[in-house]
């Protein structure tokens, strides 16, 4: 693995020596920096922008920013400000890409090549959208999808339909969505999003929508490209339509973040992160013989709910020779990782536990 890269500016305060810089809008943590950390450092946590991050200007004055409120009784403009008196809670969740694992796959892949690290666990604090759709007087009742669209200036001569980020989820999700404001207890940096971010919880990143503009109860899905035909899951080859799926909840994933490459003979702690997807974990299991023997890994620290991620560790002898070293996570829901995750088109939604497994040799 690369790192220590110069960063781009918007992002120069990050940790330079915990990153992979793929491109000026994509960057990606270490897998040895994720360790056994609980909740991502905000300096050491992915970027992903799929245009460039609006300019500082936007977080001058936080609670100045505007978000439009549509498909509600009474639509209408919030600023931070006012949101802020509607209501405030805090949730703990894993933003991940939808391509993290993208690298993994044996077939050619456009985009970026994440292998673990464009994933991240999260503290957000702000308020939920029930609460901001029951100020203005409630959703309208034929809604079927909530639509956020992002904030960044749309270049001058292009349809907004081609490049501008506006995802749609299924209406569900606003009973756990949030407008966020505060991310691991500061305001949200421009680079993630800042002043106003709407979290889904439980949903790959690209639902997440940064620099919230509008929020809107809708009864189409967005008529965007990156709603319409990207982010959707199908076979190699193909292009993307709207009869495949959305990468919408993510699924249940673990992998190993220690030891990577070599170890001493003897008691070794094997260590990584697992996450549940849309319910809890129930056990990650660990294998130092590349998948015939499994063993119960311990969790480490708290539970922080159904949609964070938990470190684990196994304690273990390791003899001389190389190992494969693999982790097999299985959430409340009884879903356990597969072997092997098929192959798709963009690369989406990776969770096999080989692809994740790596090499250690021990001497
Ligand atoms: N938002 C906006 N506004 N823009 C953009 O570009 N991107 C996506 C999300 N959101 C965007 C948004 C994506 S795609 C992702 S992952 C995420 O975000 C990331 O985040 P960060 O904070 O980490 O950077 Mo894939 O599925």
Redesign the pocket.
Known sequence: QSGGEPLPDYVAWKDAEDMIVHSKQTLETKRAAQGSELITPTTE???????PAPSDKIVADRDAWEVEIDGVANPGKMTVGALKTLGVETVVCV?Q???NGRAFFDHETSGSQWSVG?A?NVVWTGVPVRAVIDAMGGADADAVYLTGT???DIPQGLPPESIQ?ERSVPKAAMDRAILAWEMNGEPVPL???GPLRLIIPGY???N????LKRLALTVEESPNKIQQTG?RVRPVGEKGDPSQPS?YEMSVKSWITGPLVDAATGKVQIHGVAMGGVSGLEKVEVSADGGQNWADAQFLGPDLGPYAWRPFVLITDLTEGTHMLASRATNAAGDAQPENFPPNERGYGNNGWRAHAVDVTVS
């Open positions: 946590l992915y970027i992903r922008n799929n245009l933003l890409c939808s391509g464009a991240g992002g904030g960044e980020v680079a993630h999003g790959y990143g690209v997440n929508i940064k620099y982010y990468m």
